[in-house]
Structure formats: structure tokens, C-alpha cells
């Protein structure tokens, strides 16, 4: 069965630090992968994704993901974070024949200015 | 991205009796699907509602204790029958964008059984 996994479970860092954010996936075949954001009292939102093409993907804000697929990776990273990226992250994938979303059980980032 | 609202917002609820929420999207939509997330956990998919067709449930999770109502390409509902305590979770619709995969959720429910 699919799975994915994000080791970090809490970040903490200082405003204009460096982030990467680790997401592993478990399944040989063709995946979609998505990284999701929860600012607090919001709802979940689609940051970016990838499904094909080049393995280096941006998303809103400043953001990006690399896919690795040797590794079964899909890195979220942030060269400046900002306090308002404050916020719980969550790591998706599925496959391109299906449409369940198999998350990562998220990681809590907190910047401090 | 579709717009999608979520009532109530949040409830508190004795054991034993139900509770259906609804979600609503600003456009027509063939898929919907709705999620739990249970406290310290991930996302996890409950079933798939279809317009027009009875909803597909994931393992673990049987149309006696969730069912679903899918009346038309705008709308659908989830309730949660008999409660325990088991069941407090945030409860999340979602819906696939036009692009290819990727879902957008509702605010989600918040259900607190006591």
C-alpha cells in the first residue's frame, strides 16, 4: 500500500532561514505529488504539485519541491523563510489513475521573527 | 480553484446520535470526495461521491456508519451516525481541480463527541 512520510515532525527557525521540508513516498509506479499548507484557522491549501515534465517545480510564495525519484523524494524548500509562513505542511501523492490523496501526517512549521 | 463552503463549521455532540454535514461548491463538479482527519493525525480518505451513483467508501469506512448524499453536481453531504468519542475528528470535503489531480478542500468540520 502507498504511503508517505515526512520525518519532520515540528520546525522551528528564525525569519530569513532555509528550509527543506523532507516528504518520502513508498510506490514503484507513476506518481503525482502535491504539497498542501494550513495557515493557522485557515483551510488547507494546494502550494504545488507535480506530475510530469521537470522535477523542479515552484509553487505560490516562494516555494519548491524536488522531485528526486530515485530517492522517492519530494522536498519542499524555502531559501528565506518569513513569519508568515507559519503553518502546518502536508505531503500528498497519488496516482494518475486514482484519485485518493495518501498524505504525510504534516509538519508544523514555526517562524520566529 | 472551486470555492467550497462547509456547514456547520464546528459542533459538539452526545454519543449516540448523528450529524450531517454539507458542502457546497461554487461550480458543477463530478467528483467529490470527503476526508477525516482525527486529532494528531493525517488526512484520511473516507469515500468518493459521485453524482447520480452510489458513493464508493474507502476500507474501514462502511455506508451504515457515513453515508453520503450526492443530489446533484453542486452539493453533497456527509453524516456521521451513532457517535463515540472515536469520532471526534475535523471532517474535510474535497473536490479535483480542472488541471489534472490535485483536490481543493472545504474549511472543514470540526466534530467534538462527548
Known amino acids: 500500500a502507498q504511503s508517505v512520510s515526512q520525518h519532520n515532525h515540528h520546525v522551528i527557525l528564525s525569519e530569513a532561514a532555509s528550509l527543506e521540508l523532507g516528504c518520502n513516498y513508498s510506490y514503484g509506479g507513476t506518481v503525482n505529488l502535491f504539497w498542501y499548507v494550513q495557515y493557522p484557522g485557515q483551510h488547507l491549501q494546494l502550494l504545488l504539485k507535480?506530475?510530469?515534465?521537470?522535477?523542479l517545480v515552484k509553487g505560490i510564495k516562494g516555494f519548491e519541491a524536488e522531485f528526486i525519484k530515485s530517492k522517492f523524494s519530494f522536498n519542499l524548500r524555502k531559501p528565506s523563510v518569513q513569519w508568515s509562513d507559519t503553518a502546518e505542511y502536508f505531503c500528498a501523492v497519488n496516482t494518475p489513475n486514482t484519485d485518493k490523496l495518501i498524505f504525510g501526517t504534516g509538519t508544523r512549521l514555526q517562524v520566529f521573527p | 480553484s472551486a470555492v467550497i463552503s462547509q456547514k456547520p463549521s464546528r459542533d459538539i455532540c452526545q454519543r449516540g446520535t448523528s450529524l450531517t454535514i454539507q458542502c457546497q461548491v461554487d461550480?458543477?463538479?463530478?467528483?467529490m470526495f470527503w476526508y477525516r482527519q482525527q486529532p494528531g493525525q493525517s488526512l484520511t480518505l473516507i469515500a468518493t461521491a459521485n453524482q447520480g451513483s452510489e458513493a464508493t467508501y474507502e476500507s474501514g469506512f462502511v455506508i451504515d456508519k457515513f453515508p453520503i448524499s450526492r443530489p446533484n453536481l453542486t452539493f453533497s453531504t456527509l453524516t456521521v451516525s451513532n457517535m463515540s468519542p472515536e469520532d471526534s475528528s475535523i471532517y474535510l470535503c474535497s473536490v479535483r481541480g480542472l488541471a489534472g489531480n490535485e483536490q481543493y478542500f472545504g474549511p472543514g468540520t470540526r466534530l467534538t463527541v462527548t
Open positions: 461550480s458543477q463538479v463530478t467528483m
Open positions: 507535480y506530475f510530469s515534465g521537470d522535477p
